[in-house]
């Protein structure tokens, strides 16, 4: 597996696809976390519910269907 050229590529690729994907992930969360933070929104929880849903669903999703 370690000699195998195409699997090599393969990883290389991923590693690169993840350093860009992380970079640019945290440039646009930085600049969706400032506004929310500092300004003064009307909707400003609402507004925060609605970022942190993403990430809130699939502990919700594993927690309810373990049970």
């Given amino acids: 597996m ?3 050229r ?3 590529q ?3 690729n991923s590693v690169i696809v ?3 994907v992380a970079v640019l992930a945290s440039v646009i969360g ?3 976390a400032f ?3 500092r300004a003064r929104l009307r ?3 609402s507004a925060r ?3 942190t849903m993403p990430i809130m669903i699939p502990g919700v999703l594993l927690g309810s269907a373990c049970c």
């Fill in 2 to 4: 370690l000699k195998d």
């Fill in 6 to 8: 195409q699997i090599q």
């Fill in 10 to 12: 393969a990883v290389f």
């Fill in 18 to 20: 993840a350093a860009i």
């Fill in 30 to 32: 930085t600049m969706a």
């Fill in 35 to 37: 506004p929310l933070v």
């Fill in 43 to 45: 909707f400003a929880d």
């Fill in 49 to 51: 519910l609605l970022f």
